[in-house]
Structure formats: C-alpha cells, structure tokens
T-cell receptor
Framework: GDSVTQMEGPVTLSEEAFLTINCTYTATGYPSLFWYVQYPGEGLQLLLKATKADDKGSNKGFEATYRKETTSFHLEKGSVQVSDSAVYFCALGFSGGYNKLIFGAGTRLAVHP | EPEVTQTPSHQVTQMGQEVILRCVPISNHLYFYWYRQILGQKVEFLVSFYNNEISEKSEIFDDQFSVERPDGSNFTLKIRSTKLEDSAMYFC??????????????FGPGTRLTVT
C-alpha cells in the first residue's frame, strides 16, 4: 500500500546550520507531496507542497523537490533558526479533494543557539 | 486568518464511556477529516466526510466510531465505548478544492484523549 518513510529524529542542530530531513514514499499512481510542521502545542500546518514530478515547493526558506525517479521529497533549509524547532511531517495525498493524507512518522528538529 | 478549532483540548474519560470530540472547520470548506496520533506513532487517517456522508474510512474507524455534522458549523467524532487503545491525539482537518491538483488540508490543534 501507499506509505511514507521519514528519517528518525530527533535532529539537533546549531543555529544557522544546514538542514536536511529525508522523506521517501511508496505510492500507486501520482500523488501530491506535502511537508507539514507542528510547533509545540499547536496543530499541523502546511509548510510546502509539490503536485507533480520535478516541482519544487518552498516556503519560509524551506524547500523540497518532488523526485519521481528516487521517490523522494527531502526537506532542506540553508540556515535554521531556533524558531524552526518543531516536528516535521512528510505526507502524500491524491487529487480528488476528499482523499486522505498518508503521513510519515514525523521528525523532531531541535535548534539551539 | 481562518482556522480550524477543536474542543476540548484535553479529554479524560473512563474505559467504556462515550466521548464526543468537537471541531469547527473553516467556514467555506466542504471536506472534513479526522486523524489520530497515538503517542510516538504516525498520524493516521480515520475518516473523510463530504456532502453529509462518509467518503472514505480506514480500518481503524469501526462501529465504535461515528461522525456527524449536526449543524452548519460543527463536525463531531463520537466514540461510543472507549478503550484504552483509543488514547491518542485526535486532529480534525478541513479542505477546499482550488483545482484538480491543488488542495490543502487545514488542521486544528488537536484534542488529547486519555482513556483510563
């Protein structure tokens, strides 16, 4: 079945370090891919998305490119801040509006000054 | 900015009791969802709801679960007889379709359900 695999956390970085969180997926068909972020005490917020192969999603300095050949959607940021500390979830979904999202296990990021 | 709200933020109940988790989706959204996250595990899909009926449900969503949109604003998840393994964070989400390939689900802050 369809699934998402994320690198395990926690990931601990110093401020201004480069971030990569790996995400790979297995899917039948052509899903859209998403990164959601959950800050402490809050709900899941959509960070970025890509709807087809080679699309790059970007937001708040984060980027991820939909790589169909490697079935990956790795999240990157060039210089993290303490305020980026959160749990990051990779997810896939299919067009149709009411289709479910399938999430990875989440990766906790801790950035220290 | 419009947001999905959920009440209560934390619910403690005894095994076998019924609980109702409440959600107010974003007002112009048409698609509604419930997900849950058992502590330390993945966020899992439970059910989607559109046009006053269930569109899809997972194997988790058995006869103990039900959903309802009792009025124009609320969307509820009922668990009839709670079990210890129902303890989890429950997230409500809603979405609207912009085009065939672009839709976003907006999530609420979650209700933490603890079954004792």
């Amino acid at each position: 079945g369809d699934s998402v695999t994320q690198m395990e956390g926690p990931v601990t970085l110093s401020e201004e370090a480069f971030l990569t969180i790996n995400c790979t997926y297995t899917a039948t068909g052509y899903p859209s891919l998403f990164w959601y972020v959950q800050y402490p005490g809050e709900g899941l917020q959509l960070l970025l998305k890509a709807t087809k192969a080679d699309d790059k999603g970007s937001n708040k300095g984060f980027e991820a490119t939909y790589r169909k050949e490697t079935t990956s959607f790795h999240l990157e940021k060039g210089s993290v801040q303490v305020s980026d500390s959160a749990v990051y979830f990779c997810a896939l979904g299919f067009s149709g509006g009411y289709n479910k999202l399938i999430f990875g296990a989440g990766t906790r990021l801790a950035v220290h000054p | 900015e419009p947001e999905v709200t959920q009440t209560p933020s934390h619910q403690v109940t005894q095994m076998g009791q019924e609980v109702i988790l409440r959600c107010v989706p974003i007002s112009n959204h048409l698609y509604f969802y419930w997900y849950r996250q058992i502590l330390g595990q993945k966020v899992e899909f439970l059910v989607s709801f559109y046009n006053n009926e269930i569109s899809e449900k997972s194997e988790i969503f058995d006869d103990q679960f039900s959903v309802e949109r009792p009025d124009g604003s609320n969307f509820t998840l009922k668990i009839r007889s709670t079990k210890l393994e129902d303890s989890a964070m429950y997230f409500c989400a809603s979405s609207v379709i912009r085009d065939r390939f672009s839709y976003e689900q907006y999530f609420g802050p979650g209700t933490r359900l603890t079954v004792t």
